[in-house]
């Protein structure tokens, strides 16, 4: 049965991995963070470019111009996939630091009731040593009344 003391320390370093897990998830939840509002920027460019160049292209332009817009157009999407992809990876990151902080958390509960279960424990292991030492003391001192009385002596201690 481990004592106190090594249920104290192991309570220790299960506090120091729960405040490691707690910064590991405001990490993932800034990158999270970041990472939708980078995507949010990209679309809402996206939205601007498209209406700017749609208003341009109602009046005759060249054919340069238009390959021009539409590489753009496709280098821009594929910079919007590749920042969606990076949305869905920081989410599922934030996800799991989530996860590993419920559990250091839940480690953290069970140690601290296990300290609160051993504490009660040795409490009452401790009254009971005090009552047999107590009534011990009572005994004693009832056999030694007891026995002065027959003797005739003064019962007072």
Not at 68 to 81: E, H, K, P, V
Not at 95 to 123: F, G, M, N, P, T
Not at 141 to 146: C, E, F, G, P
Not at 147 to 153: L, N, P, V
Request: aromatic fraction near 4%.
């Amino acid at each position: 049965m481990p004592t106190l003391e090594a249920l104290n320390q192991l309570l220790d370093h299960e506090r120091r991995t729960r405040d490691e897990a707690l910064l590991g998830l405001r990490d993932a939840e800034t990158t999270r963070d970041t990472a939708d509002s980078q995507a949010a920027q990209l679309d809402a460019y996206r939205g601007e470019t498209v209406q700017r160049w749609s208003t341009r292209f109602r009046e005759p332009g060249s054919v340069a111009l238009m390959q021009c817009y539409q590489g753009f157009m496709q280098r821009l999407d594929q910079a919007i996939g590749q920042q969606q992809a990076a949305v869905r990876v920081a989410h599922q990151q934030f996800d799991q630091a989530q996860a590993v902080l419920r559990e250091v958390e839940r480690r953290v509960a069970s140690v601290e009731k296990l300290i609160e279960r051993r504490s009660q424990q040795l409490q009452r292991r401790q009254a009971r040593r005090e009552q047999v030492l107590s009534d011990e003391i009572a005994l004693r001192l009832h056999t030694r009344r007891q026995a002065d009385s027959r003797h005739g002596a003064d019962p007072t201690p």
